[in-house]
């Protein structure tokens, strides 16, 4: 019987740290995509200013397709998040 217990529970570790594995992986390898995607922007001259702007844009737009939901200040909470993603950005390329 506790043959039995060890071996399901070492199967069991197998299983989650190769689930784990799979998951840093795909972190990582979005991660470094996301980044790269910046950089070659940057590199052609779109600033971090231009991205946000239209990501702003995409927001309001996919925003606007809820029904109901125009009471929301949905320019305020866009800005918001565009200037925190803003100085995140100026922290990390300084």
């Known amino acids: 019987m506790e043959l039995l217990l060890l071996a399901a529970s070492i ?7 190769l689930w784990l594995v799979r998951v840093i ?7 470094l995509l996301i980044a790269a995607i910046v950089f070659a922007l940057q590199f052609f001259g779109i600033g971090s200013d231009r991205i946000l702007a239209q990501m702003q844009q995409i927001f309001q737009s996919l925003w606007r397709l809820i029904p109901g939901q125009q009471s929301f200040n ?8 565009t200037q925190a993603a803003q100085s995140i950005l100026e922290q990390f390329s300084s």
């Open 11 to 17: 199967i069991i570790t197998g299983m989650v740290f």
């Open 74 to 81: 949905l320019d305020r909470a866009v800005y918001q998040i």
């Open 25 to 31: 992986k795909a972190t990582l390898r979005t991660a």
